[in-house]
């Protein structure tokens, strides 16, 4: 099974609203990211799990808080979000990020946001 | 910012014929690979080089790095209306606690029968 899932596919949520997005694999990766895309644009880092530990964040607003439950979960926790969050919000995974040895990501169809 | 530069932005092509598109980046890499992204959909990974290597082919593809000039070129030969896609090239920096992948700004490739 090399699928990343990702719920819900389409999100539309007001600026005082509270949601969450969840990304599931069960490919046995220790390595669990998420990034934002914005249309016609790349998708950027926002942050990386590595064995369930926060291990970067790239200086992501506080409205975006991230969870990662196990191994197999991540999750990605909405709040007081402004219409310029809107976007496709992709989750990632890959086998480990210990010395390096990053390889292939694995990306989720991602969930589109709109914030109104 | 470390994020790479691709051209060209755009590329039209008829089916058949080969579609190259550039990438280049700024700081060292440990390695490069390139995606494909359907039209609002996750990315899917085609193929990574590692920074000691200067060429690499998969089926249609044909992927070529150049560390001395930072840049990298994927060449997709006999190309079909399924390859229609943006393609970001992305690089790997390892930064001693963990690994980033940065993406290029994109090509968006359109084959047309």
């Known amino acids: 099974d090399t699928e990343v899932t990702q719920t819900p596919k389409h999100l539309v949520m007001g600026m005082t609203n509270k949601k969450s997005l969840k990304c599931e694999q069960h490919?046995?990766?220790?390595?669990m990211y998420w990034y934002k895309q914005k249309a016609k644009k790349p998708p950027e880092l926002m942050f990386v799990y590595s064995y369930e530990k926060l291990s970067i964040n790239e200086s992501v607003p506080s409205r975006f808080s991230p969870e990662c439950p196990n191994s197999s979960l991540l999750n990605l926790h909405l709040h007081a979000l402004q219409p310029e969050d809107s976007a496709l919000y992709l989750c990632?995974?890959?086998?480990?990020?210990?010395?390096?040895?990053?390889?292939?990501?694995?990306f989720g169809p991602g969930t589109r946001l709109t914030v109104l | 910012s470390q994020q790479g530069e691709e051209d060209p932005q755009a590329l039209s092509i008829q089916e058949g014929e080969n579609a190259t598109m550039n990438c280049s980046y700024k700081?060292?890499?440990?390695?490069l690979q390139w995606y494909r992204q359907n039209s609002g959909r996750g990315l899917v990974h085609l193929i990574l080089i590692r920074s000691n290597e200067r060429e690499k082919h998969s089926g249609r593809l044909r992927v070529t790095l150049d560390t001395s000039k930072k840049s990298s070129s994927l060449l997709i030969t006999a190309s079909r209306a399924a390859d229609t896609a943006s393609y970001f090239c992305a690089m790997i920096h390892f930064t001693g606690t963990a690994s980033k992948l940065t993406f290029g700004t994109g090509t968006r490739l359109q084959v047309t029968l």
């Open positions: 490919m046995g990766h220790r390595a």
């Open positions: 990632a995974s890959s086998q480990d990020l210990d010395s390096g040895r990053l390889d292939t990501q694995y």
């Open positions: 700081t060292s890499i440990n390695n």
